[in-house]
């Protein structure tokens, strides 16, 4: 493979770290998916981590042009989909996500993608490349389809209890997501809550509600939301536990496979479906292009000292493509920086009331 100078971000050339042996299909999957980004972003370069005698046959299949942007390194292990996160922290040193992760940290690559176990991803990433200043714990984030267009949450199951601070920083950390990413130029942020009304909810959700309407910081807060408004788009940014986040969005897509299932057998039933079928087929094809899951796949482990994407551990070339295109975009968009400056405002807007009452 290509020797190239170390080096993170140019005017030309951007490097990603990939996971090659995370996810089901790995690692044939995730070498046709760097094929497919490399169509979009020829100018970007990987670092590809994983089992050599596997990887180095797969990309000769992917031709010399992606041979000449990937740069295999070997990993004997690969952490396992069941490997409890505390004990891949332990014993996968050597495996061929915490190689690619430690790329990140050592300056060697821009971002990292992997389609591996989420729990391990989450606890090596924090190990190896901290959070940012000022933020407690990292949020699973990820956009998907609504009825306005695409809404944004944060958290969906990297914290199951939350304080309002962790709140708060998610707020932060999903405004800037939804601006800089869905390219949204005011986006509106809601807190998930059992009602609509101020005075429900848990000490932590009302808090964090009071917070925000105090900010500074440009973010035009909606207060609370529910469930129901999450699909119907009533905002751009759903904040929420990763607890609650994570039941809601695999009851989200429970439903929509419930509901792909029960239009498929409509439309079989009988000879007269079939061709109400075969007339609306563009239609069809639209709706089922508009909530491909595949579209939406890469969910940013925000809050990071580090740009870490998650790429679902079942989706095939297609979906982790577009997992690479969201690092890409994160790290194109300064994404962390404008974090960082956001929450240095809060930060000392919060200070300020403590200081003055010292002095």
């Given amino acids: 493979m290509s020797d190239w100078p170390p080096g993170l971000v140019s005017s030309e050339r951007l490097t990603l770290s990939i996971d090659a042996m995370g996810g089901d299909g790995a690692p044939q999957m995730v070498v046709k998916g760097i094929a497919l980004a490399h169509e979009r972003h020829p100018e970007v370069h990987f670092l590809v981590f994983g089992d050599d005698s596997r990887l180095s046959p797969l990309l000769e299949q992917a031709g010399p042009a992606v041979q000449r942007v990937c740069q295999v390194h070997h990993a004997a292990d690969a952490i396992r989909n069941d490997a409890k996160p505390s004990a891949a922290l332990r014993a996968g040193r050597k495996s061929s996500m915490r190689f690619a992760i430690d790329a990140v940290a050592d300056k060697r690559a821009a971002g990292v993608v992997s389609a591996g176990n989420t729990g391990a991803l989450l606890a090596i990433a924090k190990f190896v490349l901290k959070t940012l200043p000022g933020i407690d714990r990292p949020a699973i984030s990820t956009y998907f389809p609504t009825e306005r267009g695409e809404t944004v949450m944060l958290d969906l199951g990297a914290n199951v209890e939350c304080d309002a601070d962790n709140l708060v920083q998610f707020a932060v950390m999903g405004e800037v997501f939804a601006r800089h990413v869905l390219g949204l130029k005011q986006p509106t942020i809601g807190i998930l809550n059992v009602g609509a009304e101020g005075a429900k909810g848990n000490e932590a959700v009302r808090k964090a509600s009071e917070i925000l309407q105090a900010s500074p910081l440009p973010i035009k807060f909606s207060g609370f939301v529910e469930g129901d ?21 695999k009851t989200a897509e429970g439903t929509a496979r419930m509901f792909g299932v029960f239009l498929r057998e409509a439309l079989t039933k009988s000879p007269l479906t079939h061709l109400g079928a075969l007339l609306a087929r563009p239609a069809l094809t639209e709706l089922r292009m508009r909530v491909d899951p595949r579209r939406y796949n890469g969910a940013p482990f925000v809050g990071l000292n580090g740009i870490c994407i998650k790429s679902h551990g079942g989706t095939d070339e297609i979906g982790f493509a577009n997992a690479i295109d969201v690092a890409i975009d994160l790290i194109r968009r300064d994404f962390n920086e404008r974090i960082k400056e956001d929450l240095e405002r809060l930060i000392a807007f919060q200070t300020e009331p403590a200081s003055a009452a010292a002095s």
């Fill in 229 to 249: 408004d999450i699909g119907a788009g009533t905002v751009d940014v759903v904040v929420t536990d990763g607890f609650t986040g994570n039941i809601a969005l």
